[in-house]
């Protein structure tokens, strides 16, 4: 059972690239979601999906895209990578929809755009 | 919208000694949770207590414990006998019930242990 996984773990992009990062669980949750962290602003919501097929968006969505064609995975596209998206992104998942199950985490990527 | 304050960026601890960590919130709504999640060196987001509104009795898990004020909307983690091991940065965190798990955090308090 290797919980949330993500790759990369470290990525540099120039600005205007474009990339995926990956998130797969194999808990068969139902939810999944996407942060970013940045420094002194705690971890933001940019999407989450609430099963395959299902998508809506956080509270920093612009300029990142996502799908969730299978429970199991649940990507990240960022389409023209700016310099305000460098960051580290965590995807997270659960069990459940409500507030109190407990959200498991990846171990992150740290994304440079220059 | 709700918010989540953390209004200690650094906080210090001595070994064996307890630390409280400060956390206030504004929402509108009478049901949600309240987290306690711990971030190492490693990046990894570990969850360390976790309160339900409607309870009155305050969360404990060993030696963590909160002391949880609703009408204050007050929500502080105390740590006993502190370990070099707790030494992380600890956010606060808020999820409405109806929200699929979507979580609110504050912007994290870095403690340091010392011997």
């Known amino acids: 059972n290797a919980g949330v996984t993500q790759t990369p773990k470290f990525q540099v992009l120039k600005t205007g690239q474009s990339m995926t990062l990956q998130c797969a669980q194999d808990m068969n949750h139902e939810y999944m979601s996407w942060y970013r962290q940045d420094p002194g602003m705690g971890l933001r919501l940019i999407h989450y999906s609430v099963g395959a097929g299902i998508t809506d968006q956080g509270e920093v969505p612009n300029g990142y895209n996502v799908s969730r064609s299978t429970t199991e995975d649940f990507p990240l596209r960022l389409l023209s990578a700016a310099p305000s998206q460098t960051s580290v992104y965590f995807c997270?998942?659960?069990?459940?929809?409500?507030?109190?199950?407990?959200?498991?985490f990846g171990p992150g990527t740290r994304l440079t755009v220059t | 919208a709700q918010t989540v304050t953390q209004s200690q960026p650094e906080m210090s601890v001595q070994e064996a000694e307890t630390v409280t960590l400060s956390c206030t919130y504004d929402t509108s709504e009478s049901d949600y949770y309240l987290f306690w999640y711990k971030q190492p060196p490693s990046r990894q987001m570990i969850l360390v207590i976790r309160q339900e509104a409607y309870k009155q009795q305050n969360a404990t898990e060993n030696r963590f414990s909160v002391n949880f004020q609703k009408a204050a909307k007050s929500f502080s983690l105390k740590i006993s006998d502190s370990q070099l091991g707790d030494a992380a940065m600890y956010f606060c965190a808020y999820s409405y019930t109806g929200t699929a798990s979507k979580l609110t955090f504050g912007t994290g308090t870095r403690l340091q242990v010392t011997l």
């Open positions: 997270a998942s659960s069990y459940s929809r409500q507030g109190d199950t407990e959200q498991y």
